[in-house]
T-cell receptor, first 112, second 115 residues
Framework: GEDVEQSLFLSVREGDSSVINCTYT??????LYWYKQEPGAGLQLLTY?????DMKQDQRLTVLLNKKDKHLSLRIADTQTGDSAIYFC????????????FGRGTSLIVHP | DAGVIQSPRHEVTEMGQEVTLRCKPI?????LFWYRQTMMRGLELLIY????????DSGMPEDRFSAKMPNASFSTLKIQPSEPRDSAVYFC?????????????FGSGTRLTVV
C-alpha cells in the first residue's frame, strides 16, 4: 500500500462540516501537514501538527491526530464554496531529512 | 516577498523538443525541490538541492531529465528529448533549514503538455 492514503473525493453542503481523513504508515513521523491546492495553483500549507500533539485548532480548522492508529483528520467547520479544493495530507520525519511524503489528495466539493 | 516564482506557467511542445522549466526560490531559502504532479502518480519528488548542491535525484525518472541550480536564486529542470508521457504539472518549492520541518512554499507550477 501507499505510505499515505486518502479518499479521493468528498462532497458536502455549504455550511456543513467537512472531515477529510488520512492514514499513514511511518510511525516515526515528526510533523504532519495539511496542504490545500486550489485550481491552477500550487500547494499551500494550511496547518501542521507535531507528533506529540493530539489536536490543533486554528479558526475553522481542527486537526486531530491518533498516533496509535496512524490516523490524521482535518475538520473544516462551516464549509464554504471557497473551501472547494484538493487537500493533501503529508508527513515528515528526521529520518527522511524532513522531506514530506504526500498523499494523493482529497478533492473537496462544496455545493450550495 | 513574491514567493516561489516559476516560468513559464504553461508550455506546449512537440515530442522530441527540449523543454526548460525555471524556478526562483524565496530569498534566503537554501532548500529547493522539484515535484511532478499527475493524475496517475500524484505528487512525486524529482530532485532536491541544498545550498545549490543536488542532494537526492533518485526521483528523476530518466536520463532525459536533468536539473541544475547555478546559484541560490535560480534553478532549471530540463527535459531532452520530451515525450508525451512527460505531460504533467511541475512544481518548484523552497524552504530553509529552520522552516523545512514546518512545510514548504510552493510555486504556482508549470503545466507542460507534450504533443
Amino acid at each position: 500500500g501507499e505510505d499515505v492514503e486518502q479518499s479521493l473525493f468528498l462532497s458536502v453542503r455549504e455550511g456543513d462540516s467537512s472531515v477529510i481523513n488520512c492514514t499513514y504508515t511511518d510511525s516515526s513521523s515528526t510533523y504532519l501537514y495539511w496542504y490545500k491546492q486550489e485550481p491552477g495553483a500550487g500547494l499551500q500549507l494550511l496547518t501542521y501538527i507535531f507528533s506529540n500533539m493530539d489536536m490543533k485548532q486554528d479558526q475553522r480548522l481542527t486537526v486531530l491526530l491518533n498516533k496509535k492508529d496512524k490516523h490524521l483528520s482535518l475538520r473544516i467547520a462551516d464549509t464554504q464554496t471557497g473551501d472547494s479544493a484538493i487537500y493533501f495530507c503529508a508527513f515528515s520525519s528526521s529520518g527522511g531529512s524532513y522531506i514530506p511524503t504526500f498523499g494523493r489528495g482529497t478533492s473537496l466539493i462544496v455545493h450550495p | 516577498d513574491a514567493g516561489v516564482i516559476q516560468s513559464p506557467r504553461h508550455e506546449v511542445t512537440e515530442m522530441g523538443q527540449e523543454v526548460t522549466l525555471r524556478c526562483k526560490p524565496i530569498s534566503g531559502h537554501d532548500y529547493l525541490f522539484w515535484y511532478r504532479q499527475t493524475m496517475m502518480r500524484g505528487l512525486e519528488l524529482l530532485i532536491y538541492f541544498n545550498n545549490n548542491v543536488p542532494i537526492d535525484d533518485s526521483g528523476m525518472p530518466e536520463d532525459r531529465f536533468s536539473a541544475k541550480m547555478p546559484n541560490a536564486s535560480f534553478s532549471t529542470l530540463k527535459i531532452q528529448p520530451s515525450e508525451p508521457r512527460d505531460s504533467a504539472v511541475y512544481f518548484c518549492a523552497s524552504s530553509n533549514e529552520v522552516a523545512r520541518g514546518y512545510g514548504y512554499t510552493f510555486g504556482s507550477g508549470t503545466r507542460l503538455t507534450v504533443v
